[in-house]
């Protein structure tokens, strides 16, 4: 059973998630309507701007509850690319060599095929 301070609780957070992304959209789009109007200025400037609306924007989306269980996943992944055993140099040039010579063959094999039934058909077509 759930008390009524969770309850509580639960729509206070809800209603701070709504605000956050709706702070995060008004961000985006101010900053897109600013950037109409301010054409002119240097793009650097532009540019600046809109690195600094748009990590204002992904902290109020990283304070919800979305934004932290995609952080959390982020994290996890993080830590699952850390456990992968990635090939050494010299693995990594044997299989593309292989694979660039499995590419030969297969393309040399088909240019066979394909230049051999154009002939068949020529002749074919002759009659």
Known sequence: MVSEHEKVTLVKSKARDV???MTAAILLIGGWVVQLWV?????????CAWLL??????LCAAL?????????????????LLKVVWPTKDETVKVTLVVAF???LTSTILWGMDSFF??????????
């Not at 054409?39 to 540019?47: E, I, K, Q, S, Y």
């Not at 609306?53 to 992904?58: S, V």
């Not at 919800?64 to 699952?80: C, I």
């Not at 154009?118 to 009659?127: D, G, L, N, Q």
């Open 19 to 21: 605000w956050l992304w």
């Open 39 to 47: 054409g002119n200025t240097p793009v650097l400037w532009r540019f």
């Open 53 to 58: 609306i748009a990590a204002l924007a992904g």
């Open 64 to 80: 919800t509850s979305l934004g932290r269980t995609f952080l959390a996943f982020v994290a996890s992944a993080k830590v699952e």
């Open 102 to 104: 499995l590419v030969f």
């Open 118 to 127: 154009i002939w068949i058909f020529s002749i074919v077509a002759k009659y």
